[in-house]
């Protein structure tokens, strides 16, 4: 049985990167390669000001449930 959790990582300019951590680690089909982590290239804002920014983050989290 693997285990995902969707993790956050802070990047540049205030943004958090989301990405899952797989535990154990799996293939990777292409390559072969156990990897850990994979990347969503889904961002949100660490500090939101503005409605619109945390309207942002709202659905971009909300957006991970599908």
Avoid: C
């Amino acid at each position: 049985m693997i285990k995902v959790t969707l993790r956050e990582k802070p990047i540049s300019k205030g943004r958090k990167s989301l990405y899952l951590d797989f535990y154990p680690a799996i293939k990777n089909p292409e390559t072969g390669a156990s990897t850990r982590r994979e990347f969503l290239g889904m961002y949100i804002l660490e500090k939101p000001k503005t409605a619109a920014e945390k309207k942002h983050n709202i659905e971009t989290l909300d957006s991970k449930k599908y």
